[in-house]
Nanobody, 115 residues
Framework: QVQLVESGGGLVQPGGSLRLSCAAS????????MGWYRQAPGKQRELVAQ???????NYADSVNGRFTISRDNVKNTVYLQMNSLNAEDTAVYYCNAAFYNANYWGQGTQVTVSS
């Protein structure tokens, strides 16, 4: 059974930082491209950052330079370091694992940026 379990969300003040983690099980983690997506109230889910199995990264323009995605193929975990957070970053953040037609999602973790 495939499981993606996100953690690290919470309430943070504008300008603050959070690190999200997504622990994967039930898949051969190292062959999967991993990604973080987010969905704000009333908006569609959008890509935040991706990391390929070889470590190549891709970021949404809105987070480029502030967020960093990384992966640990020993711990089967993908991370999202989020710095300089602002109110527009408030959303539920979802972890994604993709390999050809296999596509899995975590349950999401809430990130709220507010003073």
């Amino acid at each position: 059974q495939v499981q993606l379990v996100e953690s690290g969300g919470g309430l943070v003040q504008p300008g603050g930082s959070l690190r999200l983690s997504c622990a994967a099980s039930g898949i051969i983690f190292r062959i999967y491209a991993m990604g973080w997506y987010r969905q704000a109230p009333g908006k569609q889910r959008e890509l935040v950052a991706q990391i390929s199995r070889s470590g190549d990264t891709n970021y949404a323009d809105s987070v480029n330079g502030r967020f960093t995605i990384s992966r640990d193929n020993v711990k089967n975990t993908v991370y999202l370091q989020m710095n300089s957070l602002n109110a527009e970053d408030t959303a539920v953040y979802y972890c994604n694992a993709a390999f050809y037609n296999a596509n899995y999602w975590g349950q999401g973790t809430q990130v709220t940026v507010s003073s």
